[in-house]
């Protein structure tokens, strides 16, 4: 999802910077309500976590450019069931602009851009997940089918919003029609298999019981919604 440089440019870089705001805006008010759930030293852990994570996500597994964009293993959708929304959704931020400090500096003109791929597709799914979740069912306990819908709330919207910077960005001619196409047809096979990951780091949550009253994992994680 780092779109390529020079896809969004000049002053239509703009709404990259209001959207980028209102991403972190609605993180912020996560990030309150879960300081006021679960403490303010557990939240910040939880986001280094996330942080960490997120870093090796992108610089570990395997990624490659396709088209208009890069295909990452992002496993948004992970961070979100075993840390939360907000640790989540600050440790993509942060982890992507570690990687752009250090590794990738070519892709910081394009950290509104790529930061809003990555957190608003966060936020839906976070509605998505509140919807199809049963109140009284922990996140251990979720099928493939709803990790499945998890997954592909989330990675469609990074198509989609890839897709939009790219025809924002270039317009509708052939061959950046091909680009978004090709990219998004290579991003099937991180829908495909994120649901499996999510259901083996789940799996061994449910082995790892002592953690169902860590203040370091996500609520939800052990227990039903309140």
Do not use: C
């Amino acid at each position: 999802m780092h779109i390529e440089a020079g896809v969004v440019h000049g002053a239509k870089m703009a709404l990259s910077y209001g959207t980028a705001a209102v991403s972190f805006g609605i993180a912020a008010k996560l990030a309150v309500d879960t300081i006021k759930n679960s403490g303010f030293l557990p939240t910040i852990v939880k986001t280094l976590v996330a942080t960490i994570l997120v870093f090796m996500f992108f610089e570990v597994l395997p990624h490659h450019p396709v088209g208009v964009s890069e295909v990452h293993f992002i496993l948004g959708s992970t961070l979100f069931l075993i840390l939360g929304a907000a640790p989540a959704a600050f440790g993509l931020a942060a982890g992507l602009l570690l990687q752009g400090l250090f590794f990738a500096p070519f892709d910081l003109p394009q950290y509104g851009v790529n930061v809003t791929t990555l957190l608003m597709p966060l936020f839906a799914m976070m509605y998505v997940a509140n919807r199809i979740i049963p109140k009284n069912t922990a996140y251990k306990d979720i099928n493939y089918k709803d990790a499945l819908k998890l997954s592909v709330m989330y990675q469609g919207g990074i198509v989609t919003w890839v897709t939009f910077w790219a025809l924002y960005g270039q317009g509708f001619g052939a061959e950046n029609l091909s680009s978004v196409l090709t990219f998004g047809a290579a991003y099937m096979s991180v829908v495909i298999l994120e649901p499996f990951i999510d259901l083996a780091v789940l799996a061994g949550a449910k082995a790892l019981s002592s953690l169902k009253s860590s203040p370091y994992v996500e609520a939800r994680l052990y227990n039903s919604a309140k």
